[in-house]
């Protein structure tokens, strides 16, 4: 591990604990577009990067920037055809868990939507 996060985008504490990366983890998580990246991906399977722009209607840039923030951590990874990559959820575990997301928000996304202690990012 000690290998990967030398290499990471990100930098954590000599030791980090246990909840600091799975805090961590989860904010990766914490951002719409990703959201809305990994919901495609488990709805419609594997995608394009082209595919992926013209149904978020973001740039690019913008979405391979929230891919490579995906496949660093787990969520996404991609294969190569040619020039195109196509981009796919990694684990099944992830399916799962934002399988669970959803349930749970199911039942309490008005206490979520009135939430002023986690405030939604700018767009």
């Known amino acids: 591990m000690a290998g990967a996060i030398a290499a990471s985008p990100f930098r954590l504490p000599a030791a ?3 909840t600091d990366l799975v805090a961590k983890y989860f904010r990766g998580l914490g951002d719409p577009i990703r ?6 991906l488990q709805s419609e399977g594997e995608l394009s990067v082209s595919a992926l722009v013209e149904r ?6 913008q979405v391979s920037n929230h891919l490579a923030c995906l496949r660093w951590c787990g969520f996404v990874e991609d294969r190569r055809e040619g020039r195109t990559v196509y981009n796919r959820i990694a684990d099944a575990r992830v ?6 997301a959803q349930s749970l928000l199911a039942d309490n996304a008005e ?3 009135a939430c002023c202690r986690i405030e939604e990012q700018p767009r």
Do not use: D, G, N
């Open 16 to 18: 980090p604990l246990e």
């Open 35 to 40: 959201l809305r990246i990994l919901v495609l």
């Open 56 to 61: 978020l209607e973001l740039p690019q840039s």
């Open 95 to 100: 399916e799962a868990m934002l399988e669970l």
């Open 111 to 113: 206490h979520v939507a």
